[in-house]
C-alpha cells in the first residue's frame, strides 16, 4: 500500500511518529524492531484485538479496515507492516 496524506484532520497535523497497534502482534514487532534498529522516537497507542477495540468508531477514523498496525509519520498515514518497516529503514 502506498502512502497516503492523513484525511483525519486531527493526525494531518502530527509531526511525530504515532504507531497504533495490538500487543501480541508479530506485525506491530516488525515495526517496532524496524523504529528501534533506526533509534528515533514515537509514541506508541495500543488498541486490544481481543477486546474488539480495532472496529470502535474512535480507531475506524483512524483506519477505517480497523487493522493494526497503522503508523501515521509526519501527516502520512501507513498500515502494511513491511512498508511502515521500509518507509523507517530507509
Known amino acids: 500500500m502506498p502512502i497516503v496524506a492523513s484525511s483525519n484532520d486531527g493526525l494531518a ?5 504515532r504507531v497504533y497497534q495490538c500487543f501480541i502482534s508479530n506485525c506491530a514487532q516488525r515495526v517496532n524492531l524496524a523504529l528501534a534498529k533506526k533509534r528515533v522516537g514515537w509514541t506508541t497507542t495500543s488498541i486490544n ?3 474488539r477495540q480495532n472496529i470502535r468508531e474512535s480507531y475506524l477514523k483512524i483506519n477505517p479496515k480497523g487493522r493494526a498496525p497503522r503508523i501515521i509519520r509526519g501527516g502520512a498515514e501507513i498500515t502494511e507492516s513491511i512498508d511502515i518497516r521500509s518507509n523507517i529503514v530507509s
Open 13 to 17: 497535523s502530527d509531526r511525530g511518529i
Open 49 to 51: 484485538l481481543l477486546m
